[in-house]
């Protein structure tokens, strides 16, 4: 049965729901989208840069909302023979009709997660998990040949280090050479049709050498609090009565780029209704 709770927007303001989501992607995000094979692509200036997503399950209740996992995935790709550039920040706007909760959920600063194994971000934080994916890119170093890398992603629930609620993406890989990063998404407030922004800046010593060419993130999570069942993403198809989908702008995301304009995209999807999930008062 589909969990009956009202539409909100996540926030700082909101201690028990934060409207989501991903980011990440790296968030950020697909949240009440039906799946389809192909994304969105923007060419700028040198760049190339995809970006889709898709959730479950498919259908999804007219009134309240029902747990969701949602995946988010991108490419960044130069149109020279050059390395793209590399990723300097990552702001992510979603859709305020979706549902993100914390509450309950246990949070680690960013400083536990820094200089460490997948396996022992895991040992000192598993707790906190809420997603998991893969990142590729290159390594560029000078006076070498830019050298191949890709590693493991785990997404945790977090604080940044002035006290504001984040998702915590933590990449770690052992070839060529270990590299650990942890790229923060710090959630604020949007306005509008877009109710939460999420933001991200990726380290300096990070983006001298990381330059990421691709990720795929899976957001997903439930867990108890008192007995009671909880979901750290939520969502729900509010189309008009009589209206088996609505369609409207799901996420509006931009990158910025060392040496680059900022590319800009948005995506609109469209949700659909499943069977028996009307209000029947008005039925």
């Known amino acids: ?43 700028q200036g040198t760049l190339q840069v995809s970006f889709g997503g ?27 023979a050059a390395p793209p550039p590399s990723l300097r920040r990552i702001a992510i706007e979603v859709n305020r009709l979706g549902v993100l909760e914390r509450a309950g959920l246990p949070a680690y600063p960013l400083g536990r997660l820094r200089a460490s194994s997948t396996e022992a971000a895991l040992d000192a934080c598993r707790a906190a998990v809420v997603g998991e994916g893969r990142v590729s890119g290159v390594l560029v170093l000078p006076e070498q040949t830019p050298t191949p890398f890709g590693g493991r992603v ?13 998702i915590l993406a933590h990449l770690y890989t052992s070839r060529p050479a270990p590299l650990t990063f942890v790229l923060a998404f710090a959630i604020g407030r949007a306005h509008g049709t877009f109710g939460t922004r999420l933001v991200a800046t990726v380290p300096l010593k ?56 900022t590319v800009s995209d948005t995506l609109v999807r469209t949700c659909q209704v499943a069977v028996g999930t009307e209000n029947p008062n008005n039925r």
Do not use: W
């Not at 969990?3 to 009440?32: E, M, N, S, Y």
């Not at 996992?69 to 020279?80: M, N, Q, S």
């Not at 785990?154 to 984040?166: E, I, K, Q, S």
């Open 1 to 43: 049965m589909p969990r009956r709770r009202p539409f909100v927007t996540f926030g700082t303001t909101c201690p028990k729901r934060l409207v989501f989501v991903l980011l990440a992607a790296l968030c950020c995000c697909a949240a009440l989208v039906v799946p389809r094979a192909g994304g969105e692509t923007v060419r």
């Open 54 to 80: 898709s959730v479950s399950p498919h259908l999804l209740p007219r009134v309240g909302t029902t747990p969701i996992a949602v995946t988010i995935r991108g490419h960044v790709r130069a149109l020279t």
């Open 154 to 166: 785990v997404a945790f629930n977090g604080t940044l280090p002035d006290g504001r609620p984040g």
């Open 206 to 261: 990070t983006r001298q050498t990381a330059h990421i060419t691709s990720f795929t993130l899976r957001l997903h999570r439930t867990y108890e609090v008192d007995g009671s069942p909880r979901s750290y993403l939520s969502a729900g198809c509010p189309a008009p009565e009589g209206f088996p989908s609505v369609t409207f702008p799901l996420v509006r995301t931009s990158y910025g780029f060392e040496g680059e304009k």
